[in-house]
């Protein structure tokens, strides 16, 4: 089955750019929808953003003018990008596969994440 | 601030039933958009429970289950376990700030 591992600094300094990379093994990054979620400590959930499979993608409005997501097929991996990271992106960061079809082909709206990474600390501190 | 509303906890003792909410408005729920449920247990990932309003995934036991009218949601678990101590998440999607997770419910297994 489709398996998700993300891959990141851990550690950073205020104003640095976030990059984080998502592994994808057991399907092919070239169909479906991939998003980032993350998640600060304590708290809830917060959808980052999704490319498809076209390399379209669509961002939260609060991290649009910071965030950018690419794909590298080679490796069947995708990436974010997250610049002038402050304390408040302190956070696990989860990649998570996007679906809207059920096994009978019926299309929901709007998509569901399954299956999940298992998250990546990421930790902006001076 | 999410624009989807939950109890931040339920509790019940193992064997009874609770319910968690999640109360939307029309530029979400409201507007037609299917919500779905994870369940996430300490220290990992979420896990999704159902999907499309009232579907499980191959897997989740038919205690868990879900149900969607007007602006709000629900997720009921049936016969509660030990086991089903975690937080659970309704997400859907809004019109203005694209998709979105519920607040966050912790259930607690008395």
């Known amino acids: 089955q489709v398996q998700l591992q993300e891959s990141g600094p851990g550690l950073m300094r205020p104003s640095e750019t976030l990059s984080l990379t998502c592994t994808v093994s057991?399907?092919?990054?070239?169909?479906?929808?991939w998003s980032w979620i993350r998640q600060a400590p304590g708290k809830g959930l917060e959808w980052i953003g999704y490319?498809?499979?076209?390399?379209?993608?669509n961002y939260n409005p609060a991290l649009k003018n910071r965030v950018a997501m690419s794909f590298d097929t080679s490796k069947n991996q995708f990436s974010l990008k997250l610049n002038s990271v402050t304390a408040a992106d302190t956070a696990v960061y989860y990649c998570?596969?996007?679906?809207?079809?059920?096994?009978?082909?019926?299309?929901?709206?709007?998509?569901?994440?399954?299956?999940w990474g298992q998250g990546t600390l990421v930790t902006v501190s001076s | 601030q999410s624009v989807l509303t939950q109890p931040p906890s339920v509790s019940g003792a193992p064997g009874q039933r609770v319910t968690i909410s999640c109360t939307g408005s029309s530029s979400n729920i409201g507007a037609g958009y299917d919500v779905h449920w994870y369940q996430q247990l300490p220290g990992t990932a979420p896990r999704l429970l159902i999907f499309?309003?009232?579907n499980r995934p191959s897997g989740v036991p038919d205690r868990f289950s879900g149900s969607k009218s007007g602006t709000s949601a629900s997720l009921a678990v049936t016969g509660l376990q030990a086991e089903d101590e975690a937080d659970y998440y309704c997400q859907s999607y809004d019109t203005v700030t694209g998709y979105v997770f519920g607040t966050g419910t912790h259930v607690s297994v008395l």
């Open positions: 998570a596969r996007d679906e809207a079809y059920d096994s009978n082909g019926y299309v929901y709206d709007p998509a569901w994440f399954a299956p």
């Open positions: 490319m498809d499979y076209s390399g379209n993608t």
């Open positions: 499309g309003n009232k």
């Open positions: 057991g399907g092919s990054i070239s169909t479906y929808f």
